[in-house]
Nanobody
Framework: QVQLVESGGGLVQAGGSLRLSCAAS????????MGWFRQAPGKDREFVGA????????YYADSVKGRFTISRDKAQNTVYLQMNSLKPEDTAVYYC???????????WGQGTQVSVSS
């Protein structure tokens, strides 16, 4: 069982930056994946990006590529989402999620609000 707690959301002006954190409890295998998703009001939840726990391989949605960076600190059992050049359309509740090897994302945090003003 894995529990996830996000932090770091807030209000920022367009062009600004925020860093979200996701603290994980429980053991994560090296080929587990940690992902970030977001859901804007009235829209479906969408994938933002993910990282393999044991390495540095990352992949991102086209909408955030080049602006967002995911990293992880195994010693702290924490995953980060660095968001730069934020746009109003990045406004959403951001969720951290974990996927065990060969499985879908099934563990979710409670979400943290990110609001970007124009």
């Amino acid at each position: 069982q894995v529990q996830l707690v996000e932090s770091g959301g807030g209000l920022v002006q367009a062009g600004g930056s925020l860093r979200l954190s996701c603290a994980a409890s429980g053991r994560l295998a090296n080929n587990a994946r940690m992902g970030w998703f977001r859901q804007a009001p009235g829209k479906d939840r969408e994938f933002v990006g993910a990282i393999y726990w044991g390495g540095f391989t990352t992949y991102y949605a086209d909408s955030v590529k080049g602006r967002f960076t995911i990293s992880r600190d195994k010693a702290q059992n924490t995953v980060y989402l660095q968001m730069n050049s934020l746009k109003p359309e990045d406004t959403a509740v951001y969720y951290c999620a974990a996927a065990m090897p060969s499985k879908k994302f099934e563990y979710w945090g409670q979400g943290t609000q990110v609001s970007v003003s124009s």
